[in-house]
């Protein structure tokens, strides 16, 4: 069972910023795609930010500009710094690690609540 490893997320005040870290275990390190999901109440999954291996990003429409994701390969870990943080990003935060055709695995979520 692989385990990602997901810390950062808590309650921050409106315009406040957080940094996110996922760490991905070393028998799954190489060729990844790493990334943040988000999940609003009565809403669906949707793209935060990925990296691809060769650091390719595509950051959702709804955080860019906002957001900056970055990749450590040694460490197997992913971040995403947010700044400007608004009410309407609050929402459960899940880290992908996606190989294609081999494996995707998800990371259990950690609770992002913007509010004063």
């Known amino acids: 069972q692989v385990q990602l490893v997901e810390s950062g997320g808590g309650l921050v005040q409106p315009g406040g910023s957080l940094r996110l870290s996922c760490a991905a275990p070393?028998?799954?390190?190489?060729?990844?795609?790493m990334g943040w999901y988000r999940q609003a109440p009565g809403k669906g999954r949707e793209l935060v930010a990925r990296?691809?291996?060769?650091?390719?990003?595509t950051y959702g429409a709804s955080v860019k500009d906002r957001c900056t994701i970055s990749r450590d390969n040694a460490e197997n870990t992913v971040f995403l710094q947010m700044n400007s943080l608004k009410p309407e990003d609050t929402a459960v935060y899940y880290c992908?690690?996606?190989?294609?055709?081999?494996?995707?695995?998800w990371g259990q979520g950690t609770q992002v609540t913007v509010s004063s």
């Open positions: 990296i691809s291996p060769d650091g390719i990003i």
């Open positions: 070393g028998s799954i390190r190489g060729l990844n795609t």
């Open positions: 992908n690690v996606w190989r294609r055709g081999v494996f995707d695995y």
